[in-house]
C-alpha cells in the first residue's frame, strides 16, 4: 500500500491530491512532488510515495530529484539577469565577452542566439569522452575551437548539452563566478529553493533514485 499523499492544497486544486495518489498507485509514478505557486504563494505543495525503486524510502518534503533539462530555464534566467543588469546585451557577439569564441567563424554569433538554441553549435564537433563534457574549462575549450554547424540565426537546434556551457563561460568572463555559484547566491538562496548545480554531500541522502 502506498504511503499516503502529504502537503497542502487550496481548495480550488484539492483534486490534484487524488489524482497524484491515484497516479502513484496505478504504477506510473514511483513517487513525486507537485508545486503550483501563483504570484508568489504556494497554492499547491503536495508529495508522495517512495523515492526508491524497492520502495522502503517514503518520498519527503525535501526529496531532491534530478530536473534534467530543466536547468536550461535557470541558467537563460541567470543570462536574462545579466541583461537587466546591463551586463551582457542579447545583441552583442559571444565573442565581445569571451573572445577565445570567435575562432573558426563563430565571430558573429551573439548572445540571444545561444539563449534560444540558434547558435550552431549545438554540441562538440568531434566524439567526446565523459571527461570532456565533465570538465569545464576542457568543453568550453573545445566548444571555442570549432566552427558552428549552421549559419547563426538561420536555424534552430536544441543545445542538449552546450547550452550550460556556452552561457557558463560568458557569465563566468562578467562576473568571474561560476555558473553554480551565481544560480546559488542570485537565484536560489533568495528564493529560499534548494537547486543546485550538482549536490552538496550533506544533501545526498534526499537525493531519489534515477529508475529507467
Known sequence: MCPPVKGTSEKSF??????????????????????????????VDIWGGYFDESGTRIWEKDTIVNVFSTTKTITS?????????????????????????????????????????????PGLEQPGTLDDVCNFDKAVTLLASQPPW??????????????????????????????????????????????????IDSDLHHVSDLIP
Open 150 to 199: 549552421w549559419t547563426p540565426g538561420t536555424a534552430s537546434g536544441y543545445h542538449s548539452f552546450t547550452h550550460g556551457f556556452l552561457i557558463g563561460q560568458v557569465l563566468r568572463k562578467v562576473t568571474g563566478q561560476t555558473l553554480k555559484d551565481f544560480i546559488q547566491d542570485e537565484i536560489a538562496k533568495p528564493l529560499d529553493a534548494n537547486f543546485q548545480l550538482g549536490v
Open 14 to 43: 484539492s483534486g490534484l491530491r487524488g489524482l497524484l495518489g491515484k497516479h502513484i498507485s496505478q504504477g506510473h509514478e514511483v513517487g513525486a512532488s507537485i508545486v503550483v505557486n501563483i504570484d508568489g504563494q504556494n497554492v
Open 77 to 121: 534566467l541567470a543570462a536574462l539577469i545579466l541583461i537587466d543588469r546591463g551586463l551582457i546585451s542579447p545583441y552583442e557577439n559571444v565573442a565581445t565577452y569571451w573572445p577565445e569564441f570567435a575562432a573558426n567563424g563563430k565571430q558573429y554569433i551573439e548572445i540571444r542566439h545561444i539563449i534560444s538554441h540558434t547558435s550552431g553549435v
